[in-house]
């Protein structure tokens, strides 16, 4: 396995930014690399004459154009990736544009489910903003970015927790934030992607955790499995949704964390795919 490289970069106004964390490693047929960088900037660095189609287009204004979302999350992290590369040319990327790409945008004038049970329970001068037809909680279903060298087809198999469960050697291990927003210090909206290479397979989780406070929370997972030696990846997305009362009998420090929380709270959908990457 290579040594992380710590590479300086400079951004968009010419200031030398905190370097970039890359790692590229070698898993039997699989490269795998993920990156790690700085937050998008939250004003223009061109004056606001940015187009998109342009060589100097500012990575804010890139990713305004590309969403068209009446705001962007608090902090984004657009060129944080997991990238796994297959030899047959297969490839399942994991970036912070495509996860928000699937939030609901303002052309389709809708509000998330809980906007009015959020909107009674604060003061009507702080609901303003947070009340935009569009959805506020950044909720997304993403589920990663195969390319077309894998074909994906529903399956029955499951994902066997119990062989992740067994103790074994941790060859390379990551957790990589997309996106987050502190929802006007009223939750939280998380989208993270985590990998954890073993001996056996590599096993990811591509997760989106919404908290509103007093209101609801949420739980969009997508789970990837590949066991050593097989030609496919077992893939599992479920969405888990509750409101805060279904849950007021947990303690309060089980809202905040996701991995305990997820147990209690009911699941609303599943599916299950084969993503087969080498005929």
Not at 36 to 41: A, E, G, P
Not at 189 to 212: D, E, N, Q, T
Request: a negative charge; aromatic letters at 8%; hydrophobic letters at 35%.
């Amino acid at each position: 396995m290579s040594s992380p490289l710590m590479n300086s970069i400079v951004d968009d106004s010419g200031i030398p930014r905190l370097p970039v964390d890359t790692e590229t490693i070698k898993y039997n047929d699989w490269s795998i690399q993920y990156t790690k960088s700085h937050i998008l900037k939250s004003i223009c660095t061109n004056e606001n004459k940015c187009k998109l189609a342009e060589a100097d287009c500012c990575e804010l204004c890139f990713y305004n154009y590309s969403l068209e979302l009446p705001s962007l999350p608090d902090m984004v992290f657009p060129r944080n990736s997991l990238t796994l590369t297959h030899s047959s040319g297969a490839v399942l990327e994991f970036n912070a544009m495509e996860a928000l790409k699937r939030v609901v945008n303002g052309k389709l004038d809708i509000k998330v489910a809980c906007a009015e049970e959020w909107k009674e329970t604060r003061p009507a001068e702080c609901t303003e903003v947070k009340t935009k037809p569009f959805d506020w909680t950044f909720s997304t279903d993403y589920q990663g970015s195969p390319n077309d060298k894998i074909k994906i087809e529903p399956t029955d198999l499951k994902i066997d927790i119990t062989k992740l469960m067994k103790r074994e050697a941790i060859i390379f291990y990551q957790d990589i934030t997309l996106f987050e927003d502190e929802l006007h210090d009223n939750g939280i909206a998380v989208c993270s992607v985590k990998i954890r290479v073993m001996p056996s397979g590599f096993f990811i989780l591509l997760r989106y955790f919404l908290r509103v406070d007093n209101v609801m929370v949420k739980i969009v997972d997508t789970r990837f499995h590949l066991e050593a030696g097989l030609k496919y990846i077992l893939k599992e997305f479920t969405f888990r949704e509750a409101k805060v009362d279904e849950l007021k009998h947990l303690p309060p420090s089980l809202l905040i964390n996701p991995s305990e929380l997820e147990k209690h709270v009911p699941m609303k959908k599943q599916t299950r795919e084969k993503l087969t990457f080498c005929e």
